[in-house]
């Protein structure tokens, strides 16, 4: 059966574009880490310039570009081309190859060499710029370094623009260029000929369907290692977005082998060979064999390392009377503890590493702020920190000591992406406390026992059976079931506490028991349950109670 032919001037298998050609007349606005540009454009028999909004590399006064894109009407900035793709010609004129090179897109090339450097060379400066630079010493006081300078700058845009012009046809737009030349510098395009898989792993942004949808334009079969290997470390870096640490081997295997449509036999064969350039880890765990990201297996193992480091180290806070400085401390308190409660505070008092944990109303808070004061007793250095703003807030005003984030704590820098303090500058302090510690994924936990202060006393707060951390791990969980350190947990929920339906239905829901469901709007409670499927009529109710309520 033949082929529809598509109806003239109509193309359903491709976008229909809009193009404009003409010379860059005035760059408006440029960003250099993401491309994003606006540039006014001047079109051959138009008296007004064109405004167009995309990305590129390094947009320069005076280059004649054929570019293609959609119009749009901006509220405020009006009629404007949203480019998608260009074109560049060089520009073939001394006047164009001179605002070129004065636009200053070329590093040690001002307006005025731009003017010298024209006036020796003409129409053959970009030539002798690609050819045999050179010869820009032969300018009088045009000096070697320079001529470093701007071969060096000459390369990169170049380079840039080569890039450009590879990847546009195949759907990787300019703003990714630019990214990916950053990131591997000249050799960009080989990489990205040789194994654009690597796109998928080292650029942001760029997921394995684009860079497998890319090396299949340029031929890479199905079955190809490359595409085992990336296709495997793209499962384990979902899976660690998704909360996990590690994957099942054999799931692994069976997932991948599934996904990219390749014999299991291949995925084995990938697994050994990203095993050997030490980009997973293959643990046996007993049970079965986990296949680890590196910084996962790296994050974990160090953790345990840090752990057992400050477990020997000798405690900075001694007391004379563990047990009589602890009694003193309670004596004052406003109230009276329960012997759990007292205990954890004595635990704490003695222990080098301790985790508290407990559900709702089982008084964490109150132990919390005697271990604090039993601390204080002793001159000690003490740092309160939690993995969320608003937990350290609340943590700072149960406690009345500042607490800070994690991130603060550890003053993380956003330009550095790393963190200030670490075991080569530890914090100072005898005593360190996390709240809300089940919110802290893996690697802040790598980073927080990193800088601990050997010596230190170093706690845990909070409830394994909250939701764990957005990021990788369950941090709180597993040190628990380490065995490693003294846990100390809490059940008994307290009188004010037991008034609250809501923490006692959370306690009930951990033994297993069906929580108390209140229906009547009557009965005053702090936790409500009403049936409704109705998305629209549940939407109405939820407004109803909080105006109510």
Do not use: C
């Given at each position: 059966m033949g082929r529809q032919a598509a109806l003239p001037g109509l193309a359903p298998e491709?976008?229909?574009?809009?193009?404009?050609?003409?010379?860059?007349e005035?760059?408006?606005?440029?960003?250099?880490?993401?491309?994003?540009t606006v540039f006014r454009m001047r079109i051959e028999g138009k008296e007004d310039l064109a405004t167009v909004v995309g990305a590129m590399s390094s947009p320069q006064p005076g280059s004649n570009l054929r570019v293609r894109g959609h119009w749009t009407s901006h509220p405020k900035f009006g009629r404007q081309m949203q480019m998608i793709s260009w074109e560049e010609h060089r520009p073939a004129t001394t006047e164009g190859i001179r605002l070129f090179l004065a636009s200053g897109c070329i590093k040690g090339v001002g307006p005025r060499w731009a003017d010298r450097i024209v006036a020796r060379f003409g129409t053959e400066t970009l030539r002798v710029l690609d050819e045999d630079p050179d010869r820009l010493l032969e300018l009088p006081r045009f000096g070697r370094k320079r001529l470093a300078e701007v071969k060096s700058s000459w390369a990169e845009h170049q380079g840039v623009r080569e890039l450009m012009m590879f990847l546009q046809p195949h759907g990787i737009g300019?703003?990714?260029?630019?990214?990916?030349?950053?990131?591997?510098?000249?050799?960009?395009?080989?990489?990205?000929?040789?194994?654009?898989?690597?796109?998928?792993?080292?650029?942001?942004?760029?997921?394995?369907?684009?860079?497998d949808a890319l090396a299949a334009k340029l031929g890479f079969e199905p079955d190809s290692p490359l595409r085992a290997e990336a296709g495997v470390l793209y499962i384990l870096l979902k899976i660690t977005e998704e909360g996990h640490i590690y994957y099942p081997r054999a799931k692994l295997v069976e997932a991948a082998?599934?996904?990219?449509?390749?014999?299991?036999?291949?995925?084995?064969?990938?697994?050994?060979?990203?095993?050997?350039?030490?980009?997973?880890?293959?643990?046996d765990l007993g049970e079965h064999e986990g296949v680890y990201l590196s910084r996962n297996h790296l994050y974990e193992s160090k953790i345990a390392f840090y752990l057992q480091?400050?477990?020997?180290?000798?405690?900075?806070?001694?007391?004379?009377?563990?047990?009589?400085?602890?009694?003193?401390?309670?004596?004052?308190?406003?109230?009276?503890?329960?012997?759990?409660?007292?205990?954890?505070?004595?635990?704490?008092?003695?222990?080098?590493?301790?985790?508290?944990?407990?559900?709702?109303?089982?008084g964490k808070t109150t132990i919390l702020n005697a271990i604090i004061q039993v601390f204080a007793e002793a001159r000690a250095k003490i740092l309160l920190a939690a993995p969320t703003g608003r937990a350290a807030k609340r943590m700072a005003e149960t406690s009345g000591r500042e607490a800070r984030t994690i991130h603060r704590l550890l003053e993380y820098s956003p330009k550095e992406d790393g963190f200030g303090?670490?075991?080569?500058?530890?914090l100072a302090c005898g005593l360190l406390v996390v709240d809300e510690a089940s919110m802290m994924d893996t690697m802040l936990m790598y980073h927080l026992v990193k800088?601990?202060?050997?010596?230190?006393?170093?706690?845990?707060?909070?409830?394994?059976?909250?939701?764990p951390s957005v990021g990788p791990g369950n941090v709180l969980r597993d040190v628990i079931a380490s065995g490693a350190v003294p846990v100390v947990e809490l059940f008994e929920v307290f009188r004010q506490a037991a008034e609250s339906d809501i923490i006692c239905n959370a306690h009930q829901i951990n033994r297993g028991d069906m929580p108390t469901l209140r229906q009547s709007r009557n009965e005053k409670t702090d936790f409500y349950f009403f049936r409704q499927e109705d998305p629209e009529l549940a939407a109405d109710l939820v407004v109803d109670l909080v105006r109510e309520r």
């Open positions: 491709e976008e229909k574009l809009d193009e404009l050609e003409g010379t860059l005035r760059v408006v606005f440029h960003n250099p880490e993401n491309g994003y300019p703003s990714y260029a630019v990214r990916i030349y950053r990131f591997y510098g000249a050799q960009a395009l080989a990489v990205v000929q040789e194994n654009p898989y690597r796109l998928a792993m080292d650029i942001h942004g760029i997921g394995f369907a684009t860079a082998s599934q996904q990219l449509d390749i014999a299991p036999e291949l995925i084995d064969e990938a697994l050994g060979k990203l095993e050997l350039e030490e980009r997973v880890v293959i643990e480091r400050l477990l020997r180290s000798p405690k900075a806070v001694r007391f004379d009377d563990a047990k009589k400085t602890v009694r003193e401390v309670l004596e004052r308190l406003p109230m009276q503890l329960a012997d759990e409660q007292r205990e954890a505070v004595y635990t704490a008092a003695t222990a080098k590493v301790m985790v508290l944990t407990g559900g709702p109303g089982t303090r670490n075991e080569n500058n530890p800088a601990a202060p050997l010596g230190a006393t170093f706690i845990l707060v909070g409830d394994v059976n909250q939701l």
